[in-house]
């Protein structure tokens, strides 16, 4: 069936990969991004003419923040389903300037929720992270797991969101699912994570910087398993029910929902660069460092409930998806 779905951060990294697969399957796409200059504009412009060469694209350009104009795209498009993926990302980032994650984050997820309480939306998933579980220590995460210890200004601002939205659903019994993204690469990447920039400086024969000596475990999760889950995720909203399952993060007084994303497989951060280095031939100049601040030294994803809830789990191998991330890199930047 073919719907409309309004997708915030449509010229980012997932936002981009999802806008392009809905609409390579026929569904309508509206579009909302300020374009950012947080990584490479061009990247995100090259993203972005992509999608406006499809007749069932529109787009808006413009901040979250901006009422008026999100409130005229919203309004105009009247989608059924909203997708808000738009954010300021990265944890390191929102050391250096935290003010923007709670513009960015926080306002302009409330003006979101907000809107898809006055249009009357099917379902509303928004992007939380798996940051939110910050210094827990019981792995795999699960959804229904106490979130108290966020360790970075960038993990509060997205545990806020959670916050409220829940309220909202409680209140006018909007369906919301919160998305728990854990560690996204591949294809089309963000500059500003370890994929990317390990690859550009070890091709360029450049050091790479490893924090906490490599002992960093992460749940590396392939791009095409995130818009798979997304995507699946869409035609389930939650409801609410009397007898919850324990396992499911399903709120008992609202039609709200956390569901993580993941590969529900634990990566060591060395063993990553080496399955890099030896896709590209080539080793890398190692530069050991400490643990950041604001980081966490493990994510391991349960990935339970979204297979109970969509019967898809993703599965893709890092070998694979570190292979296919080269591939898109040296083409796009025309390296031999
Ligand atoms: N990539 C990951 O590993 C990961 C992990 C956990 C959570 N997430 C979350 O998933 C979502 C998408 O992440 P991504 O990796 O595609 O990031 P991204 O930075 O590539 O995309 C986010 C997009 O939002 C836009 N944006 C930022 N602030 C805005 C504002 N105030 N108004 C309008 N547009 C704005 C940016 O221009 C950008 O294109 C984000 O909410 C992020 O926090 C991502």
Redesign the pocket.
């Known amino acids: 069936m073919v719907k409309k779905f309004f997708i915030?951060?449509?010229?980012?990294?997932?936002?981009?990969s999802l806008a392009k697969t809905l609409l390579d399957s026929g569904q309508h796409v509206h579009g909302?991004?300020?374009?950012?200059d947080?990584?490479d504009v061009n990247l995100?412009n090259a993203r972005n003419k992509i999608l406006k060469g499809y007749d069932n694209f529109s787009f808006t350009k413009?901040?979250?923040?901006?009422q008026e104009v999100l409130n005229e795209a919203i309004t105009s498009f009247k989608p059924e389903v909203i997708i808000?993926?738009?954010?300021?990302?990265?944890v390191r980032y929102s050391i250096e300037k935290p003010r923007?994650y709670l513009?960015?984050?926080i306002t302009?997820t409330f003006n979101i929720i907000e809107l898809a309480h006055k249009v009357n939306v099917a379902h509303l998933l928004i992007?939380?992270?798996?940051?939110v579980y910050g210094a827990n220590t019981n792995i795999p995460f699960r959804e229904t797991d106490k979130t108290q210890t966020q360790l970075s200004v960038?993990a509060a601002t997205?545990k806020s969101t959670e916050s409220i939205a829940h309220s909202y659903s409680n209140i006018w019994k909007l369906p919301i699912t919160m998305?728990?993204?854990?560690?996204?690469?591949g294809p089309w990447?963000?500059p500003d994570?370890a994929l990317f920039k390990f690859t550009k400086s070890i091709i360029k024969g450049e050091p790479i910087d490893i924090y906490n000596k490599g002992e960093m475990y992460r749940d590396f999760?392939y791009i095409d398993d995130i818009i798979k889950s997304i995507i699946a995720l869409t035609s389930v909203p939650p409801k609410n029910k009397k007898n919850i399952d324990k396992n499911d993060s399903l709120s008992p007084v609202a039609p709200f929902r956390i569901v993580n994303i993941g590969n529900s497989n634990q990566v060591k951060l060395l063993d990553f660069v080496e399955a890099l280095e030896s896709y590209l031939k080539k080793k890398a100049i190692r530069n050991y460092m400490p643990m950041q601040e604001g980081d966490v030294p493990v994510t391991w994803a349960s990935t339970d409930l979204l297979k109970k809830l969509t019967g898809y789990a993703p599965k893709t191998d890092i070998k694979d998806g570190i292979k296919k991330f080269v591939d898109w890199y040296t083409e796009y930047y025309k390296i031999n």
């Not at 413009?62 to 901006?66: F, I, R, S, V």
């Not at 808000?84 to 990265?90: E, I, N, T």
């Not at 992007?127 to 940051?131: F, H």
Request: aromatic share 18%.
């Open positions: 915030t951060g449509s010229a980012g990294f997932i936002g981009f909302y991004d300020c374009i950012s947080y990584y995100k413009d901040m979250l923040e901006n808000h993926l738009g954010a300021q990302a990265g923007v513009s960015s984050n302009g992007a939380s992270s798996s940051s960038y997205k998305l728990r993204f854990f560690t996204v690469y990447g963000r994570m999760t």
